[in-house]
Nanobody
């Protein structure tokens, strides 16, 4: 079992910047992939970005490519999401997730059902 806690959300104007953090604890040794998902009210949960732990491979949703950057600090067991040039459509609850080696492929990283552990979420609100 892995415990994940997100932080860094808030309210910003369109074009602004936020940096989300996800601290992992517990049994992290089978955590081979981590990702960020988001869900707006009345919408389906969607994958934002994912990264292989220690592998350097990253994946992004088309809607955030060039604006968001996912990264990790292995020493701190922490995942980050740098969010630049925020748009109104980025408004959502953002969740951190972790899973095993079957994730972080182009055909799997965005499938929320494949992740084992989830955080409670952090709210991001973008206004015009």
């Amino acid at each position: 079992q892995v415990q994940l806690v997100e932080s860094g959300g808030g309210s910003v104007q369109a074009g602004g910047t936020l940096r989300l953090s996800c601290a992992a604890s517990g049994y992290v040794y089978h955590m081979y992939c981590m990702g960020w998902f988001r869900q707006a009210p009345g919408k389906e949960r969607e994958g934002v970005a994912a990264i292989t732990i220690g592998g350097g491979r990253t994946y992004y949703a088309d809607s955030v490519k060039g604006r968001f950057t996912i990264s990790q600090d292995n020493a701190k067991n922490t995942l980050y999401l740098q969010m630049n040039s925020l748009k109104l459509e980025d408004t959502a609850m953002y969740y951190c997730a972790a899973g095993g080696p079957y994730l972080c492929g182009s055909d799997s990283w965005s499938r929320s059902g494949l992740y084992n552990d989830w955080g409670q979420g952090t709210q991001v609100t973008v206004s015009s």
